[in-house]
């Protein structure tokens, strides 16, 4: 979600330097921050700020306030750190995140608030690399999710054409033992095909799209336990393998069960069964340690937290969430709303979910809540409009542009939805490039994506953007403390 967007940058330094925010922001960062090949500016190194004290006087804008980018951005350092130690990366399942779920617990756990860690397994699917030949020539192939490996063992059989759409076990031929059934995709689940394929005597399937696209995102399910290996081909591969002598087809694919925890701090004052929750996902991607994508959310999170302290004089309780398992697809977050009951969701007033919070080539984002935007998914759950209208006010009275973010499920908002909790957050772009009109809007360089690194190595606090950083990290205070003082019927 993220050019550069340094507050040395002239015009280009998002039209903020008379604000304040960036001002203070740099100075915070006692000029430190220096020039990136991208063109980013580095935020200094500081040690997180627990010592700092909590708010006197909540309100949105003392909380604002209070949340520094220079305290994020020690945070920050710390996540770094911990990928720099743990083989550069804090993915799920590995040392690097089981360190930084100790670190965040045991900073929240300092401050006095309610901690848990709540640990969940999924299965987690390795492609490895997939081999199809037909008639001795090779053919691009994809293998399915969570379909079985070969185990080192290529499989060879002649290509047996399945009548009809494969849905039936009546589709496939009497003489499908020992072949390699190729199916057409559409009307019924690729499992089901593929256990009557290998029920038939099949020793492997490849399933042909119904476009001359390769075929991409199709899956088996989590739970299958299919015995023969399938893999996916475009229209013009699949009239190939049909008309082929024989067929071998050969994949590394494996799935295993993954450990792996999030984090929960709840305030110990405020309602129990009247809670704004906010979340950031803390896990990152294999190859890198995800330092936008998303230590800077789980740490504007985490600063906001111990700013406003473990007893705010707030009406609502304020439950603070850092998920695992966001990046292999919103798993620590869907666990935990799906292990609500009904009362407990229905004590869930807000959801507030930051993710990307400093991206080099940034943009300022708000989640769509009302579907304004008309474009995409729909609108938010009842009540999403009024978050969506705390962080408008946050940037209008920043005099900040915004730009509406449609609600299609990236992030750990999406469990949140589908259960009819009202949600919100913002956001500083991610793969997308921006546009031309985005960069008139916010400075930066069009035609470069938001964040150049996105999902890479080069995901480091070196290439967080400092001024979109501080900005972002103080909405998440804002939006908390407006959240949290609100009460009866209004969400926020």
Request: charged share 20%; aromatic share 6%.
């Amino acid at each position: 979600m993220r050019v550069k967007v340094s507050s040395r940058s002239g015009r280009n330094s998002l039209r903020l330097l008379a604000l304040g925010v960036v001002v203070t922001a740099a100075a915070a960062c006692g000029g430190q921050g220096g020039e990136t090949p991208g063109g980013s500016s580095s935020p200094s190194s500081s040690a997180p700020s627990s010592a700092v004290g909590t708010v006197t006087d909540l309100s949105p804008d003392s909380l604002a306030s209070a949340v520094t980018g220079a305290a994020v951005t020690g945070h920050i350092r710390a996540l770094q750190s911990i990928a720099d130690a743990h083989g550069g990366n804090r993915a799920a399942g590995t040392p690097g995140y089981d360190a930084s779920v100790d670190h965040v617990a045991q900073v929240l756990r300092g401050a006095g608030f309610d901690v848990t860690t709540p640990g969940f397994d999924y299965p987690r699917f390795d492609a490895g690399t997939t081999s199809l030949t037909a008639g001795g020539a090779d053919v691009r192939a994809t293998a399915l999710q969570y379909t079985r490996g070969t185990d080192g063992k290529p499989v060879t059989g002649s290509p047996v054409t399945v009548e009809g759409v494969g849905c039936a076990p009546g589709d496939y031929p009497a003489d499908s033992r020992g072949t390699v059934v190729v199916v057409g995709r559409g009307e019924c689940t690729f499992t089901r095909k593929a256990t009557l394929a290998a029920v038939a005597g099949a020793v492997g399937m490849v399933v042909v799209n119904s476009s001359d696209e390769p075929l991409v995102g199709a899956t088996l399910g989590a739970d299958n336990t299919t015995s023969i290996p399938v893999v996916g081909v475009d229209r013009v591969a699949g009239d190939r393998v049909r008309n082929a002598p024989s067929v071998t087809l050969s994949t590394t694919a494996r799935t295993t069960t993954v450990a792996s925890r999030s984090v929960i701090a709840q305030t110990r004052t405020g309602a129990r069964d009247d809670v704004v929750m906010a979340g950031a996902h803390l896990d990152s991607v294999d190859a890198g340690p995800g330092i936008n994508d998303n230590a800077t959310g789980a740490a504007a999170v985490l600063e906001t937290a111990l700013r406003m302290g473990s007893t705010p004089s707030a009406p609502r309780g304020v439950r603070f969430a850092f998920w695992g398992a966001e990046e292999e697809g919103l798993i620590g977050s869907g666990r935990y709303v799906e292990s609500l009951d009904e009362r407990a969701r229905e004590s869930v007033s807000a959801y507030l979910n930051f993710d990307m919070l400093g991206s080099p080539n940034a943009g300022f984002f708000v989640l769509d809540g009302d579907d304004s935007d008309r474009r995409g998914a729909g609108p938010g759950p009842s009540g999403s409009d009024r978050i969506e209208a705390v962080f408008s006010r946050f940037y209008e009275g920043r005099r900040i542009p915004t730009a509406p973010a449609d609600l299609v499920g990236r992030s750990d908002y999406a469990p949140f939805a589908e259960a009819g909790i009202p949600i919100g957050g913002t956001e500083t772009g991610a793969e997308q490039e921006k546009s031309a009109e985005q960069a008139r809007k916010w400075g930066g360089r069009a035609g470069t994506p938001f964040d150049p690194n996105y999902h890479s190595a080069r995901d480091t606090v070196d290439n967080v953007n400092a001024d979109a950083l501080a900005i972002s990290s103080s909405a998440v205070g804002y939006a908390v403390a407006t959240c949290a003082l609100s009460s009866g019927p209004e969400v926020c």
